[in-house]
Antibody
Framework: QVQLVQSGAEVKKPGASLKVSCKAS????????IHWVRQAPGQRLEWMGW????????EYSPKFQDRVTIIRDTSASTAYMELSSLRYEDTAVYYC????????WGQGTLVTVSS | QAVVTQEPSLTVSPGGTVTLTCGSS?????????PYWFQQKPGQAPRTLIY???GKHSWTPARFTGSLRGGKAALTLSGAQPEDEAEYCC?????????FGGGTKLTVL
């Protein structure tokens, strides 16, 4: 069965960088793109960007364009989302989701930015 | 960036019917926005109910229907069940960028 398993919760200091992983199983990784979405406490979901796992093409939300990088490792069937220059307001749950009908989501990774 | 709007909250009686809508600040919502609908319960990841306006996943209960109505995307719940109480969020596509709505808190009461 299709599964997306994300890395565990993290606590980061302001100004630091973050890297969250999303390991896919149960399907051919390179066939689909992977989205990254976040949800701050009490806020709406925010789309951050996506990567096509086959050719590595990416597209980013204008809001995160200058701070986010999404990459993938096809040998590990894993996508990664890197966010730099963390701010307190980056405290959120970060999700990955498989593109093409958004049918499958990771369990979410809680990231807390705190000094 | 476009703003996607939803009703902040709605209430439906058990067994009743309710329609949630999803509008766009850029104008009429069309199939070209590939409207999605997600259900989210507290502490859980979103679950995709509807894709591409009206497509259903294998796990989507038959009582949920997606459509375009009055220039907006719409999610109709017919025969509401207590377990349908949740936040419902829509998603629209704008030339390479995806934008979520603010969500509708649906109460079944």
């Amino acid at each position: 069965q299709v599964q997306l398993v994300q890395s565990g919760a993290e606590v980061k200091k302001p100004g630091a960088s973050l890297k969250v992983s999303c390991k896919a199983s149960g399907y051919t990784f390179t066939t689909y793109a992977i989205h990254w979405v976040r949800q701050a406490p009490g806020q709406r979901l925010e789309w951050m960007g996506w990567i096509h796992a086959g050719n590595g093409d990416t597209e980013y939300s204008p809001k995160f364009q200058d701070r986010v990088t999404i990459i993938r490792d096809t040998s590990a069937s894993t996508a990664y989302m890197e966010l730099s220059s963390l701010r307190y307001e980056d405290t959120a749950v970060y999700y990955c989701a498989r593109a093409t009908n958004w049918g499958f989501w990771g369990q979410g990774t809680l990231v807390t930015v705190s000094s | 960036q476009a703003v996607v709007t939803q009703e902040p909250s709605l209430t439906v009686s058990p067994g009743g019917t309710v329609t949630l809508t999803c509008g766009s600040s850029t104008g009429v919502v069309t199939s070209g926005h590939y409207p999605y609908w997600f259900q989210q319960k507290p502490g859980q990841a979103p679950r995709t109910l509807i894709y591409n306006t009206s497509g259903k996943h294998s796990w989507t209960p038959a009582r949920f229907t997606g459509s375009l109505r009055g220039g907006k995307a719409a999610l109709t719940l017919s025969g509401a069940q207590p377990e349908d109480e949740a936040e419902y969020c829509c998603l629209l596509f704008y030339r390479g960028v995806w934008v979520f709505g603010g969500g509708t808190k649906l109460t079944v009461l």
